[in-house]
């Protein structure tokens, strides 16, 4: 039968029609309004992809490796908050996908993958393509499920789709064997469920954020410290409202950039590894930090003993939605778990009634202002070699600083987080987490299926784009005028700068020879390619790219192979012990 | 410190590695796990006993209970509990160490349930400590095997961990 024939999933409890598996997949995608699926076939999810061929509620994006697929999947979370799904098939079709998942884990993202697998009288056979999907993927999901009964595939599948976006939000995969594809049930797609064992909280405790606001009111050197939960949880509005109101700093992790805008004065710049003297300094330095949807990790926060014994009065106010998070790496003194939104609407609220008024901090902004006056994000402009940071400005200002923004790995993504202001949250797309090179095209093609009229750019190395660079070939067939914007320092750059660092200046394995010629690569996929090798054309190169509209344009920027990202944290040290490019 | 963790978790294929999987990922230490179904069928109770410092738990504790599966965890060190073990133990029984072992049994109040012309096998229950204390009453020649199930546990009184 057609999808339209199909009973209203979610608005009736009488089921009489007997669907497939297969077509309970298609109806389920239907049901949870799925957009988009990014997949590829293969033997055992081919009498899904049948369906899939029948009915037009939602596209079937086929992409050119199944990595790609769950990365596209992923962008399109990212970017829309909606979740992304990805279909595979069993075996290789799985492990493929695997980096893709452990990614989105990484990061929270809300994803349901489908995957096909042997027939239920295969498995544990050592079948053709077949793989233990749910052990190879149990540690990096934020559940999955094997369904051997087609009477349970529906539920399942509304579950997955639960699980993923509730809480602490998270990848799920649901593992389909063919024959269960096959069989046929009733179709009831349930419009809520309810688990016993998984009920995520999500209002804050009442007592514990009026103890927060006392806390926070009377602070003499308070800083506000905002990472990827925040975006998640769909909370920078009021992120930006609370930080307005208390006129404090504010500081966003690489996940959080655009949580809070980055042309604020109040904002002082990502913090971190690769952070600002004044966002490390003031983390460091606070008498009473509040953390939102942030989880102190090594990147941000570097040595947590240091961090705490540098400052042992520092009190910390801790909200977020997993409570796992909470005092895993720092202890806080004032735990609140629950919806960052509703969180900081309550706030909001108390703060608007309340006598105490925030405290003045002029001494605290004054020292502040001091740290920001050393202007560590200050590179030497030249006139005979392209400076990567030079192409992230121009970038922002030809884009007018409102572009989705993707990345890859390595130096070109903190010069990308750096120099690309993010005003708004949800257009900074990178591997945070996981820290995967060769998701930057494939997050590029999600942004861009999620937003076809906005400008999306890759920002990318040499290195990493050729880690899926084969995705060129699926913005062809889709259209996808993305604009690549390469990094090109011939170097595998970041770990090239550790290497001096950190490893006597030798250079192992970092130089990558036999480049392929990136201009005639772009043409053979079908698309525009340009080299750039002089300071005085990128601003007019990136105006001809963005001018293209309907073109992807793959920009091979020559840049100055010897450039490092500044400021540095050393791994292992506290984050006031920052490397400056004036030091060296 | 040694902690005593109960778990209820739905009694789904697979929900056992999921706790497995999350300690070895972790790094946190089991010293002993035991799980099967109750009186209701559609949950298993778990025993997990396990070492590490105070927040070492809290985050043993907060993650397990991350899992999907996990209907409720309960560490048994927050207020009185009992606990038990069994163990089976085969023993080398000839000569005048047959009465000898049975009177140790008697003593420890461990019970033959299989005896042959050479060997006792000995069921025991009680506490960790008081298992180890009969293996140590024992000439350690005379031990063939012995299997443990490690250790179970519930609160005392009305302290009642139910889904
Ligand atoms: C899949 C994967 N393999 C290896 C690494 C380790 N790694 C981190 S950055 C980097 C170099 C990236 O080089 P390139 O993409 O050219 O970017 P650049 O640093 O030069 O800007 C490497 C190898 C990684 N992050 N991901």
């Known amino acids: ?113 489908i995957t096909g697998q042997v027939p239920t009288y295969a498995i544990g056979q050592d079948a053709f393509q077949e793989c233990d999907t749910v052990g190879i993927t149990r540690p990096c999901v934020k559940h999955n499920f094997l369904v051997k009964d087609v009477g349970e595939l529906a539920e399942t599948i509304k579950k997955a789709f639960f699980i993923a976006t509730t809480g602490r939000p998270g990848p799920v995969v649901v593992d389909i064997p063919k024959d ?47 990472g990827g939960g925040a975006i998640l949880g769909d909370a920078s509005e009021q992120v930006t409202t609370l930080v307005k109101m208390l006129g404090y700093p504010c500081t966003n992790t690489l996940m959080g950039l655009g949580a809070y805008p980055s042309t604020d004065r109040q904002f002082v710049g990502m913090l971190g590894m690769h952070g600002t003297v004044e966002a490390n300094m003031a983390m460091q330095n606070c008498d009473v930090l509040i953390a939102i949807g942030a989880r102190f990790d090594d990147r941000v926060i570097g040595n947590p003993t240091h961090f705490n014994a540098g400052n042992p009065t520092r009190k910390i106010i801790h909200i977020d939605i997993d409570p796992s998070s909470i005092s895993k790496r720092v202890k806080v003194d004032v735990p609140i778990v629950g919806n960052i939104k509703d969180v900081l609407d309550e706030m909001i609220a108390q703060i608007k009634s309340a006598e105490q008024k ?8 004054k020292q502040i202002e001091e740290w920001r006056a050393k202007d560590c994000l200050k590179f030497k402009q030249s006139d005979t ?54 998701v930057g095209l494939p997050y590029a093609m999600g942004c861009k299926f999620a937003f076809p009229d906005a400008d999306v750019a890759c920002i990318t190395g040499e290195g990493s784009i050729q880690m899926n660079i084969q995705e060129l070939s699926t913005c062809k067939q889709y259209d996808l005028p993305i604009k690549v914007i390469l990094l090109n320092n011939r170097y595998l750059g970041m770990v090239r700068q550790w290497q001096d660092f950190f490893h006597g200046n030798r250079h192992a394995e970092s130089y990558m020879d036999a480049l392929p010629d990136f201009v005639k690569l772009a043409e053979a996929y079908g698309h525009v390619g340009m080299k750039i090798e002089k300071p005085g054309d990128v601003e007019g190169a990136l105006k001809e790219a963005f001018a293209l509209k309907k073109r992807l344009v793959f920009m091979d920027f020559l840049t100055d192979q010897k450039e490092n990202v500044f400021p540095m944290v050393p791994g292992g040290k506290g984050i006031s012990e920052m490397i400056l490019a004036e030091d060296l | 410190m040694r902690h005593i963790l109960s778990l209820l978790l739905e009694n789904e294929a697979g929900a056992l590695s999921r706790v497995a999987g999350l300690f070895s990922a972790r790094g946190y230490n089991i010293e002993s796990l035991t799980v099967a179904p109750t009186e209701d069928a559609t949950l298993s109770r778990m025993t997990i006993v396990t070492t590490g410092s105070d927040d070492v738990i809290e985050q043993i504790t907060k993650q397990v209970n991350k899992l999907i599966d996990v209907v409720k965890i ?10 038990r073990e069994l163990m089976l133990v085969k023993l080398r029984a000839v000569g005048k160490d047959r009465e000898e072992l049975k009177r140790t049994a008697d003593i ?27 293996l140590e009453a024992i000439d350690p020649s005379l031990i063939l095997e012995a299997v443990r199930t490690g250790a179970c546990g519930l609160g005392r009184g009305e302290w009642i961990v139910k889904a």
């Open chain 1, 1 to 113: 039968m057609k999808l339209s024939d199909a009973p209203q999933a979610a608005s009736t409890d009488v089921v009489t029609t007997l669907l497939t598996g297969a077509e309970i997949v298609c109806h389920a995608m239907k049901a949870e309004g799925v957009e988009f699926v990014f997949g590829y076939p293969g033997g055992a999810v081919l009498v899904i992809y049948d369906e899939i061929h029948k009915q037009s509620h939602f596209k079937h994006i086929l992409v050119r490796h199944e990595q790609a697929a769950v990365h596209a999947a992923d962008a399109y979370a990212r970017a829309t908050g909606r979740p992304g799904v990805a279909l595979v098939t069993s075996g290789p079709g799985v492990t493929n996908a695997v980096t893709g998942i452990a990614t989105a884990y990484m990061d929270s993202i809300p994803m349901v993958i």
């Open chain 1, 180 to 226: 269960v594809s096959m069989a046929s049930a009733p179709f009831h797609y349930p419009s809520t469920v309810d688990m016993r064992s998984y009920r995520p909280t999500n209002k804050g405790h009442g007592g514990q954020i009026k103890k927060a606001m006392q806390m926070l009111l009377s602070a003499e050197r308070p800083m506000v410290y905002v």
């Open chain 1, 358 to 365: 925030p405290n003045g901090i002029a001494a605290w902004w």
């Open chain 1, 385 to 438: 070699i392209i400076k990567p940071q030079y192409v992230v400005q121009k970038l922002w200002e030809v884009t007018k600083g409102d572009a989705f923004v993707t990345s890859d790995v390595g130096q070109h993504q903190m010069w990308a987080a750096q120099y690309y202001g993010f005003d708004k949250p949800r257009r900074w797309i990178n591997s945070g987490g996981l820290g995967t090179m060769g």
């Open chain 2, 74 to 83: 309960v560490d048994l060190n927050e207020g009185r509990h009992v606990e």
């Open chain 2, 108 to 134: 420890f109040r461990g019970r033959i349930i299989d005896l042959t012309e050479k060997t006792y096998v000995i069921e025991l229950t009680g506490a960790g400590d008081k298992l180890d204390a009969f």
